[in-house]
């Protein structure tokens, strides 16, 4: 560890500021809630890889959850806010629900199911390109046991079926069980993104807005940009490695004299050695160009310049020692 001060890092929830996709500012939010303004709590459930986190940053306008081809990428739950004139949805992007298979997996396992009983409305997604099975249904009649919560089924990734495709997933999806909709969209395209964020407005109770107009996640900014540095990282590795990647932000402060540059301390943690030497690369080449595509989205989403200071240690076996789990922000 570089023995920095944890307390440095910068705090705040980001907000529409940096982001280039037209997203309000933030500003206190004086919405008079009178006339029916509804505000509350969704959240995405399906299998890894089906889509949720794209789904969600689509829905919201701007990048707040990583999102890589590789399964469980997502490994909190992550809050995104979605502003409209008569709503305030909160989206809460779970990780894929799944058989754990290491204290790591048991510990998503349990905070997907605590979220499930937390929020005004459930979207459960399904890919359209991708044939309905047993994942889907262990999910199906898991929902069924939340009784009063509804649950909107939303058939994901229809730009990559074609239309016959999705009309027999649509009709698939639908005997899973008892849903209040069932929605086809694509996140890529664009098709069908605000229906979806229309449908799980419907479910949410009256009330005053949650979070400030312009605020888009909760998240702390460390620990974003750690989840885009490991995005980042995740990029063209292969097989158990993605699992075993851990990312956390040591420092994170303006460079002294400068208010254009943010200093980003960050420790890149594997299992074993071996993974060391692949994340490396030959003389170092492939950690560079992670701390590169890493620093531009890191710019992107923060709108100012960054140092980043990227550094890789070993943390053996992880996912497995509750210890290391606790040091690397995952609480039992
Ligand atoms: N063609 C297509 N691909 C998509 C769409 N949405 C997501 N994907 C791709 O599907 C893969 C998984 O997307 P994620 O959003 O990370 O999926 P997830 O369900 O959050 O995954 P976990 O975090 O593992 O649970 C990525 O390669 C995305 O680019 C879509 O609408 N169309």
Redesign the pocket.
């Known amino acids: 560890m570089t023995g920095r001060a944890r307390g440095a890092r910068r705090d705040r929830p980001v907000t529409g500021v940096g982001d280039n996709q037209g997203v309000t500012s933030p500003q206190t939010t004086t919405r008079d809630t009178a006339g029916g303004f509804r505000s509350g709590f969704a959240c995405f459930i ?10 969600m940053n689509a829905l919201v306008g701007t990048k707040v ?1 990583i ?8 490994r909190r739950a992550i809050r995104g806010i979605v502003h409209r004139p008569d709503a305030q949805l909160i989206v809460v ?1 779970t ?2 629900l799944h058989k754990p298979r290491t204290l790591l997996g048991e510990r998503l396992d349990s905070l997907v199911r605590s979220t499930l009983t937390e929020v005004d409305a459930i979207g459960f ?1 399904v890919p359209a ?1 991708e044939k309905v099975g047993p994942g889907d249904r262990f999910i199906a009649r898991e929902l069924e046991g939340l009784k009063g919560t509804p649950v909107v089924a939303i058939v ?5 079926a074609d239309r016959r495709e999705v009309a027999e997933q649509l009709m698939r999806v639908e005997q899973l069980g008892d849903f209040a909709d069932i929605v086809p ?5 664009g098709f069908q993104v605000g229906l979806v964020g229309d449908l799980l407005i419907s479910h949410l109770p009256e009330g005053m807005p949650l979070y400030p107009e312009g605020d888009l996640t909760d998240e702390p900014e460390h620990v974003l940009v750690a989840e885009l540095i490991r995005e980042a990282a995740l990029e063209g590795v292969r097989d158990e490695l993605p699992h075993s990647i851990a990312v956390v932000v040591d420092e994170m402060q303006p460079r002294e004299g400068r208010d254009d540059l943010v200093e980003v301390y960050a420790h890149l943690f594997v299992e074993r050695p071996s993974q060391k030497a692949i994340v490396i690369g030959a003389k170092g080449s492939r950690l560079r160009e992670v701390g590169t595509a890493a620093r531009r989205q890191i710019e992107a989403l923060l709108g100012v310049k960054i140092y980043l200071d990227l550094r890789i240690s070993v943390a053996k076996d992880w996912q497995r020692d509750p210890k290391q789990l606790r040091r690397l922000g995952f609480d039992g």
């Not at 969209?185 to 395209?189: G, R």
């Open positions: 399906g299998r890894p890889n089906v889509g949720k986190s794209t789904l959850a999102t890589s081809s590789r399964p469980q990428t997502t992007d990780p894929g997604c390109d994901t990734k229809t730009d990559a969209v694509s996140a890529v395209d």
